[in-house]
């Protein structure tokens, strides 16, 4: 579903990513984990190119995405990012926010749009919220409803970014059951993420990162609870006493 | 020219002739009469209506109402031209807007009302008739002056707009195009509000400056209107009416600014306790 070869982005002198291949099947659930500074954001928003990479190519269904010919406006509705920050419209409601794509994007009739919005929105279980305006949502609320908004395109990956490292404690466990949902439908998601709890228990393969390069990779269990490498010892160590 | 007919020249020295004359003479009297006399002189005051409303302050308002809607256009275009990442849009704009900001308002309105009619040899009123000749100089002079600051706060805006709604919109799919429209400008338009306000009092004040042009009876705006009163009855009072006319209007949106900026203040504060995890550092 997503390949990735030999990618290497740097800022000026910062060598950020520093040759990673990657390759993640349909319906995978792959967690990358890693210090800050490791470069797994930077390999996310490289696949849909928020980032621009230095050298190397990414391939997400068939379409090769660093192709400076690439239609990215296209490609980019198949992939569903999803941020730290929720990055929701603050000038919309909710539902605003559920059907700005599909209306400008696919140009579908607002009333569809909305149905299809509230349709995303009761997935992650906030239905009652569709006329809200994002400033009266919790961040956990606000997160569910960024999930949905990046679902409204239909895409065929999921890409989330450290999404619940904003959130209070104890609005982390809604987000995450959000996700694991997901991931139970079938999606294929490439999750950025320091819960390592969630990433043993819902991810397929566990991607640790560091210094631009992938150190380990294996099945989830194994690596979080087994890991070879010394370098992903000491940080599951650091991680686990935190 | 038109600036003779308005009686610039001959009757400001009668006028200050006349301003010292009086001056001395209530110095030598009674200092409070001779004030409220020279300042606040009740019968010259109604001499001065309706004249005052049907026409001064009509025409400031008018200049106002089509230069500020103009300009906000204008400036709009100036300011993605700044922002545009192709030098054919960039260039042209910045120079555009580098160089009225850096002429005297006054000059800017002079080049256009007075300096292209003489050098290309046509007469504003030519282009569309008196009412063209009233109006169009003046709008237009205005309109440009006030773009090129105009275009620097909406880029302002534009800029404080946080790149991750950008990042949100493209990831969805969004071209850059409508990523603007949709995301980028109406936000950034709810942050200008409070300066666009303070730009239209600023706006509604420069109107003054067309004066300089000189005009047709009843295309006057408050400051010459009141002028020509002063001139011809050697006395301060139509100042103060033409003053106090700029700030019933000026006034209000000054405190509109105030009012709005405190809103603004307070806005993501009342969000912030609506979810208390939205603020939240990473």
New interface residues.
């Given amino acids: 579903m997503i390949s990735i070869r030999n990618l290497t982005k740097s800022f000026g002198t910062n060598h950020v990513l520093r040759g990673i291949d990657l390759d993640i099947a349909e319906k995978e659930v792959v967690c990358v984990i890693g210090p800050s500074g490791s470069g797994k954001s930077t390999l996310l928003r490289c696949v849909?190119r928020?980032e621009e990479p230095t050298s190397g190519t990414i391939t997400v269904d068939g379409i090769v995405v660093t192709d400076p010919k690439c239609d990215l406006?296209?490609v980019?509705?198949s992939?569903?990012?999803v941020?730290?920050?929720f990055?929701?419209?603050?000038?919309k409601s909710v539902l605003g926010n559920l059907t700005?794509?599909p209306m400008?994007?696919r140009k579908v009739p607002r009333g569809d749009a909305e149905a299809w919005g509230k349709a995303m929105l009761e997935q992650v279980g906030l239905s009652e919220k569709v006329n809200a305006m994002p400033?009266?949502?919790?961040?956990?609320?606000?997160q569910r409803v960024?999930i949905a908004?990046?679902l409204?395109?239909n895409p065929r990956v999921m890409l989330f970014d450290?999404a619940t490292?904003?959130?209070?404690p104890e609005?982390v466990g809604e987000v995450l059951q959000v996700m694991r949902n997901l991931a139970g439908d079938g999606m294929t998601m490439m999750v950025v993420t320091h819960e390592m709890g969630f990433a043993r228990e819902v991810a397929d393969r566990v991607v640790f990162m560091d210094g631009g390069v992938i150190v380990e990779q294996g099945p989830a269990q194994q690596m979080i609870d087994n890991p070879q490498e010394e370098r992903t010892q000491a940080f599951l160590s650091r991680s686990r006493t935190r | 020219m038109r600036l003779v007919r308005t009686g610039y020249g001959s009757n400001r020295m009668s006028y200050s002739a006349l301003i010292v004359g009086n001056f001395t003479g209530n110095f030598m009297g009674n200092v409070v009469g001779g004030i409220s006399d020279q300042f606040f002189d009740v019968k010259i005051l109604r001499d001065m209506m309706p004249g005052l409303l049907t026409e001064a302050v009509k025409n400031t308002v008018i200049y106002t109402a089509v230069a500020f809607p103009m300009s906000m256009i204008f400036g709009l275009l100036l300011a993605l031209g700044r922002l545009s990442k192709r030098r054919i849009f960039r260039w042209p704009a910045s120079m555009f807007v580098d160089v009225i900001r850096g002429l005297p308002a006054l000059l800017t309105i002079l080049i256009i009302g007075l300096a292209l009619p003489i050098a290309f040899e046509f007469r504003w009123s030519s282009v569309g008739g008196r009412f063209a000749e009233q109006y169009l100089p003046q709008c237009l002079s205005l309109s440009l002056v006030m773009a090129a600051y105009m275009a620097e706060t909406i880029r302002a805006g534009i800029q404080a707009v946080?790149n991750?709604?950008i990042?949100?919109?493209?990831?969805?799919?969004?071209?850059s195009r409508?990523t603007m429209r949709?995301?980028v400008l109406?936000?950034a338009f709810?942050i200008i509000i409070p300066p666009l306000t303070n730009e239209l009092a600023a706006l509604f004040k420069d109107t003054s400056l067309l004066a300089i042009l000189g005009t047709f009876d009843g295309g006057r705006e408050l400051l010459q209107y009141a002028r020509g009163f002063a001139n011809s009855r050697a006395n301060s009072t139509p100042f103060v009416a033409a003053g106090l006319g700029y700030l019933a209007i000026t006034l209000p949106l000054l405190r509109a600014v105030a009012a709005l900026e405190n809103r603004t203040r307070r806005g993501p504060k009342?969000?912030n306790t609506?979810?208390?995890?939205?603020g939240?550092?990473?």
Wanted: glycine share 8%; aromatic share 2%; no cysteine.
């Fill in positions: 849909n928020l406006d296209r980019r509705t992939m569903g990012m941020f730290q920050q990055n929701l419209f603050p000038h700005m794509a400008n994007v400033s009266q949502l919790s961040g956990g609320q606000q960024a908004r990046a409204t395109m450290e490292s904003a959130l209070d609005l | 946080p991750g709604q990042e949100a919109a493209r990831s969805l799919g969004m071209s409508s949709k995301v109406p936000q709810r009342a969000a609506a979810a208390p995890a939205a939240a550092p990473a």
